[in-house]
């Protein structure tokens, strides 16, 4: 399996503009997060799915934030409008929680920076 | 106050030396999750405990519930080991992650 894929891998945009980062989860792998990384603040889960069902949103920063899982081997993060504090790495996790070890893979990471 | 608090925030050490980073949490947990975060931004998980000691190669892991911490060691520590060491914890009936803010790794040859 190739892992879970991110892309894109780097992302340089303007204020104001929409933002889509995009993930592949591991086949077969049925629990998905999306995490953003900074300095300041380390790393922070913002959303995570199970079985394509978002389960816990609560660390979306706010509304200019949503994320999507259409099917299990696709999700989508998206900024609109996006602000130059929304910079940071965003990374991918996926996990197959029924092996008794809940060990997440995670992708290579989106560096996304808003000028 | 974070609920995960690591320490040593930045640790340097000479080839061969044994290495301990230090993990503690302040709420109820199901896992604790020990992962490791390449100079390159890659993360991997290395450990996942919900009581005692694992042990994989040169690393070792283990958790004391009462205490509410967790350590890793690092036996005969190589340059190769240098990254950031980061510490979840998971809450019970959940797969929710809270994160440390890691402890950056440095082993001089």
């Known amino acids: 399996d190739a892992g879970v894929i991110q892309s894109p891998r780097h992302e340089v945009t303007e204020m104001g503009q929409e933002v889509t980062l995009r993930c592949k989860p591991i086949s077969g792998h049925n629990s998905l997060f999306w995490y953003r990384q900074t300095m300041m603040r380390g790393l922070e889960l913002l959303i995570y799915f199970n079985n394509n069902v978002p389960i816990d949103d609560s660390g979306m920063p706010e509304d200019r934030f949503s994320a999507k899982m259409p099917n299990a081997s696709f999700s989508t993060l998206k900024i609109q409008p996006s602000e130059p504090r929304d910079s940071a790495v965003y990374f991918c996790?996926?996990?197959?929680?029924?092996?008794?070890?809940?060990?997440?893979?995670f992708g290579p990471g989106t560096r996304l920076t808003v000028l | 106050k974070n609920e995960v608090e690591q320490s040593p925030q930045n640790l340097t050490a000479q080839e061969g030396e044994f290495i301990t980073i230090n993990c503690s949490y302040s709420?109820?947990?199901?896992?604790l999750h020990w992962l490791q975060q390449h100079p390159g931004g890659g993360i991997v998980s290395l450990f996942m405990?919900?009581?005692g000691k694992k042990k994989h190669g040169r690393l070792i892991a283990t958790i004391n519930i009462q205490e509410k911490h967790s350590s890793l060691h690092i036996t005969a520590s190589h340059p190769r080991d240098s990254a950031v060491y980061i510490c979840a914890v998971r809450s019970p009936g959940s797969e929710k992650l809270v994160f440390g803010k890691g402890t950056k790794l440095t082993v001089n040859p």
């Open positions: 709420v109820g947990i199901s896992a």
């Open positions: 405990l919900s009581s």
């Open positions: 996790a996926s996990s197959w929680p029924y092996s008794g070890h809940n060990e997440q893979f």
